[in-house]
Protein backbone atom coordinates (compact mmCIF):
# COMPACT_ATOMS: atom_id res chain seq x y z
CA UNK A 1 0.00 0.00 0.00
CA UNK A 2 1.69 3.57 -0.89
CA UNK A 3 -0.41 5.71 1.58
CA UNK A 4 1.39 5.08 5.26
CA UNK A 5 -1.94 7.27 6.51
CA UNK A 6 -4.44 5.12 4.55
CA UNK A 7 -2.69 1.90 5.80
CA UNK A 8 -2.82 3.08 9.63
CA UNK A 9 -6.43 4.15 8.96
CA UNK A 10 -7.34 0.66 7.30
CA UNK A 11 -5.57 -1.22 10.78
CA UNK A 12 -7.45 0.83 13.20
CA UNK A 13 -10.98 0.70 11.28
CA UNK A 14 -10.30 -3.55 10.98
CA UNK A 15 -9.33 -3.45 14.62
CA UNK A 16 -12.75 -1.08 15.55
CA UNK A 17 -14.41 -3.63 13.94
CA UNK A 18 -13.11 -6.86 15.33
CA UNK A 19 -13.66 -5.25 18.81
CA UNK A 20 -16.13 -2.33 19.32
CA UNK A 21 -18.84 -4.60 16.85
CA UNK A 22 -20.71 -5.63 19.86
CA UNK A 23 -21.30 -2.07 21.35
CA UNK A 24 -22.16 -0.63 17.98
CA UNK A 25 -25.07 -3.41 18.35
CA UNK A 26 -25.91 -1.99 21.60
CA UNK A 27 -26.28 1.70 20.29
CA UNK A 28 -28.50 0.40 17.45
CA UNK A 29 -31.07 -1.09 19.36
CA UNK A 30 -30.77 2.02 21.91
CA UNK A 31 -31.50 3.96 18.55
CA UNK A 32 -33.99 1.27 17.29
CA UNK A 33 -36.40 1.92 20.56
CA UNK A 34 -35.79 5.36 20.18
CA UNK A 35 -37.35 5.49 16.66
CA UNK A 36 -39.91 3.30 17.90
CA UNK A 37 -41.21 5.69 20.65
CA UNK A 38 -41.12 8.58 18.18
CA UNK A 39 -37.90 10.30 19.46
CA UNK A 40 -34.90 11.44 17.68
CA UNK A 41 -31.05 11.09 17.75
CA UNK A 42 -29.25 14.23 18.62
CA UNK A 43 -25.38 14.26 18.13
CA UNK A 44 -23.09 16.82 19.86
CA UNK A 45 -19.41 17.23 19.29
CA UNK A 46 -17.06 20.17 19.80
CA UNK A 47 -14.15 21.03 18.14
CA UNK A 48 -13.17 19.05 15.63
CA UNK A 49 -15.75 16.10 16.94
CA UNK A 50 -19.14 18.59 15.06
CA UNK A 51 -17.94 16.69 12.01
CA UNK A 52 -18.98 13.05 13.26
CA UNK A 53 -22.26 14.95 14.32
CA UNK A 54 -22.57 16.74 10.96
CA UNK A 55 -22.12 13.18 9.23
CA UNK A 56 -25.29 11.73 10.28
CA UNK A 57 -27.41 15.06 10.09
CA UNK A 58 -29.22 15.99 7.16
CA UNK A 59 -27.30 13.54 5.47
CA UNK A 60 -28.11 11.88 1.67
CA UNK A 61 -28.37 8.19 2.73
CA UNK A 62 -29.19 8.98 6.60
CA UNK A 63 -32.02 9.08 9.45
CA UNK A 64 -34.11 11.58 9.06
CA UNK A 65 -35.00 11.60 12.68
CA UNK A 66 -31.70 13.40 13.86
CA UNK A 67 -30.74 16.83 14.96
CA UNK A 68 -26.63 18.33 15.67
CA UNK A 69 -27.08 19.86 19.38
CA UNK A 70 -24.63 23.13 18.12
CA UNK A 71 -22.07 24.70 20.02
CA UNK A 72 -22.08 28.36 18.38
CA UNK A 73 -17.98 28.59 19.91
CA UNK A 74 -17.32 25.88 17.76
CA UNK A 75 -15.19 24.19 20.53
CA UNK A 76 -13.31 27.60 21.82
CA UNK A 77 -14.92 27.38 25.62
CA UNK A 78 -14.98 23.04 25.79
CA UNK A 79 -12.52 23.04 28.80
CA UNK A 80 -14.60 25.90 30.24
CA UNK A 81 -16.68 24.86 33.69
CA UNK A 82 -20.21 25.68 33.33
CA UNK A 83 -20.49 26.56 29.39
CA UNK A 84 -21.85 23.42 28.61
CA UNK A 85 -24.74 24.28 31.57
CA UNK A 86 -26.25 27.72 29.62
CA UNK A 87 -25.83 25.74 26.33
CA UNK A 88 -28.35 22.90 27.66
CA UNK A 89 -30.84 25.08 29.36
CA UNK A 90 -32.00 25.37 26.07
CA UNK A 91 -31.93 22.13 24.73
CA UNK A 92 -35.08 20.46 24.01
CA UNK A 93 -34.18 16.45 25.08
CA UNK A 94 -36.66 14.25 26.11
CA UNK A 95 -37.17 10.87 27.28
CA UNK A 96 -37.75 9.28 24.40
CA UNK A 97 -34.05 10.28 22.47
CA UNK A 98 -30.95 9.12 22.49
CA UNK A 99 -28.00 11.28 22.64
CA UNK A 100 -24.65 10.43 21.47
CA UNK A 101 -21.51 12.17 22.43
CA UNK A 102 -18.30 12.53 20.56
CA UNK A 103 -15.56 13.12 22.16
CA UNK A 104 -11.64 12.05 21.90
CA UNK A 105 -10.42 12.62 24.99
CA UNK A 106 -13.69 12.86 26.41
CA UNK A 107 -12.67 14.71 29.89
CA UNK A 108 -13.61 18.57 28.89
CA UNK A 109 -16.77 20.12 30.88
CA UNK A 110 -18.69 21.00 27.62
CA UNK A 111 -19.06 17.28 25.91
CA UNK A 112 -19.79 16.37 29.66
CA UNK A 113 -22.07 18.94 30.79
CA UNK A 114 -24.25 17.79 27.57
CA UNK A 115 -24.07 14.33 28.52
CA UNK A 116 -24.87 14.87 32.13
CA UNK A 117 -27.94 16.78 31.52
CA UNK A 118 -29.44 14.16 28.61
CA UNK A 119 -29.05 11.38 30.79
CA UNK A 120 -30.46 13.80 33.96
CA UNK A 121 -33.61 14.33 31.30
CA UNK A 122 -33.98 10.47 30.73
CA UNK A 123 -32.46 10.62 27.38
CA UNK A 124 -30.02 7.48 26.86
CA UNK A 125 -26.74 8.23 25.75
CA UNK A 126 -23.90 6.77 23.35
CA UNK A 127 -20.76 8.32 24.02
CA UNK A 128 -17.84 7.72 21.00
CA UNK A 129 -14.23 8.46 22.80
CA UNK A 130 -10.73 7.09 23.06
CA UNK A 131 -10.91 5.12 26.32
CA UNK A 132 -7.06 4.55 26.48
CA UNK A 133 -6.26 7.94 25.29
CA UNK A 134 -9.09 9.35 28.05
CA UNK A 135 -7.66 6.65 30.83
CA UNK A 136 -4.34 8.42 30.65
CA UNK A 137 -5.59 11.91 31.33
CA UNK A 138 -7.63 13.85 34.20
CA UNK A 139 -10.75 15.15 33.74
CA UNK A 140 -11.24 18.82 33.86
CA UNK A 141 -14.70 18.42 34.90
CA UNK A 142 -15.38 19.51 38.49
CA UNK A 143 -17.25 16.22 39.18
CA UNK A 144 -13.62 14.07 37.79
CA UNK A 145 -16.79 12.00 35.59
CA UNK A 146 -14.72 11.22 31.65
CA UNK A 147 -17.06 10.63 29.40
CA UNK A 148 -16.65 6.71 29.45
CA UNK A 149 -17.80 6.36 32.75
CA UNK A 150 -20.99 8.39 32.09
CA UNK A 151 -22.71 6.91 29.17
CA UNK A 152 -25.10 3.89 28.59
CA UNK A 153 -22.70 2.99 25.66
CA UNK A 154 -19.29 3.33 24.95
CA UNK A 155 -17.90 2.94 21.84
CA UNK A 156 -13.78 3.13 21.53
CA UNK A 157 -12.85 5.19 18.76
CA UNK A 158 -8.70 3.16 19.42
CA UNK A 159 -6.96 6.48 18.91
CA UNK A 160 -3.96 6.62 20.28
CA UNK A 161 -3.21 9.63 22.96
CA UNK A 162 -2.84 13.25 21.36
CA UNK A 163 -4.62 11.66 18.34
CA UNK A 164 -1.82 12.38 16.27
CA UNK A 165 -1.20 8.96 14.70
CA UNK A 166 2.35 9.01 12.51
CA UNK A 167 5.84 10.24 13.01
CA UNK A 168 7.62 11.25 10.10
CA UNK A 169 11.54 10.78 10.77
CA UNK A 170 13.22 12.21 13.72
CA UNK A 171 10.22 14.80 13.66
CA UNK A 172 9.06 15.20 17.74
CA UNK A 173 5.74 15.98 16.81
CA UNK A 174 3.50 13.26 15.70
CA UNK A 175 0.40 14.51 12.64
CA UNK A 176 -2.82 12.96 11.19
CA UNK A 177 -5.40 12.46 13.63
CA UNK A 178 -7.61 9.74 13.24
CA UNK A 179 -10.41 10.22 15.57
CA UNK A 180 -12.58 11.84 12.95
CA UNK A 181 -12.04 8.86 10.29
CA UNK A 182 -12.80 6.26 13.45
CA UNK A 183 -15.58 8.15 14.82
CA UNK A 184 -17.60 8.85 10.96
CA UNK A 185 -16.96 5.37 10.59
CA UNK A 186 -18.37 4.47 13.92
CA UNK A 187 -21.63 6.11 13.90
CA UNK A 188 -22.28 5.34 10.14
CA UNK A 189 -21.88 1.37 11.04
CA UNK A 190 -24.56 2.01 13.79
CA UNK A 191 -26.98 3.60 11.46
CA UNK A 192 -26.54 0.63 9.12
CA UNK A 193 -26.62 -1.51 11.81
CA UNK A 194 -29.81 0.45 13.11
CA UNK A 195 -31.95 0.40 9.28
CA UNK A 196 -31.12 -3.35 8.95
CA UNK A 197 -32.73 -4.04 12.46
CA UNK A 198 -35.88 -1.82 11.41
CA UNK A 199 -35.87 -3.56 8.11
CA UNK A 200 -35.71 -6.98 9.69
CA UNK A 201 -38.51 -6.57 11.88
CA UNK A 202 -40.49 -4.79 9.33
CA UNK A 203 -40.88 -1.05 10.88
CA UNK A 204 -40.73 2.07 9.31
CA UNK A 205 -37.27 4.33 9.16
CA UNK A 206 -37.30 7.31 7.25
CA UNK A 207 -34.16 7.97 4.82
CA UNK A 208 -32.63 11.43 3.77
CA UNK A 209 -32.22 10.55 -0.30
CA UNK A 210 -29.81 13.34 -2.02
CA UNK A 211 -31.88 15.88 -3.43
CA UNK A 212 -29.33 15.85 -6.46
CA UNK A 213 -30.70 12.61 -7.72
CA UNK A 214 -34.53 12.08 -9.42
CA UNK A 215 -37.36 12.17 -6.72
CA UNK A 216 -34.91 12.94 -3.52
CA UNK A 217 -36.37 16.43 -3.09
CA UNK A 218 -40.24 15.08 -3.15
CA UNK A 219 -38.88 12.67 -0.69
CA UNK A 220 -37.51 14.66 1.30
CA UNK A 221 -40.40 16.95 1.92
CA UNK A 222 -42.80 14.25 2.17
CA UNK A 223 -41.33 13.07 5.03
CA UNK A 224 -39.92 16.56 6.50
CA UNK A 225 -43.58 17.65 8.50
CA UNK A 226 -43.01 14.48 10.26
CA UNK A 227 -39.93 15.38 12.13
CA UNK A 228 -40.15 19.24 11.93
CA UNK A 229 -41.12 20.38 15.06
CA UNK A 230 -38.26 18.02 16.74
CA UNK A 231 -35.03 18.42 14.62
CA UNK A 232 -35.15 22.20 13.75
CA UNK A 233 -35.20 23.99 16.97
CA UNK A 234 -32.44 24.36 19.64
Given at each position: MNSKFISTAIDQLI??????????DRAAEIICDTLVHKGIVQVFGSGHSIATALEIVERAGGLFATKVIRDPAMGIYESVTGV??????????RPEDTVIVVSHSGINPLPIDVALDAKKKGAKLIGITSVTASGNLKSRHPSGHKLYGIVDVCIDTLTPDGDAALRVGDMKEKICPTSSMASVAIVQSIIYSVVEK??????????RISSNIEGGLENNISKHHKYADRIYRL
Amino acid sequence: MNSKFISTAIDQLIEIDRTQFGQIDRAAEIICDTLVHKGIVQVFGSGHSIATALEIVERAGGLFATKVIRDPAMGIYESVTGVGEILMRKVDIRPEDTVIVVSHSGINPLPIDVALDAKKKGAKLIGITSVTASGNLKSRHPSGHKLYGIVDVCIDTLTPDGDAALRVGDMKEKICPTSSMASVAIVQSIIYSVVEKMVSRDLECDIRISSNIEGGLENNISKHHKYADRIYRL
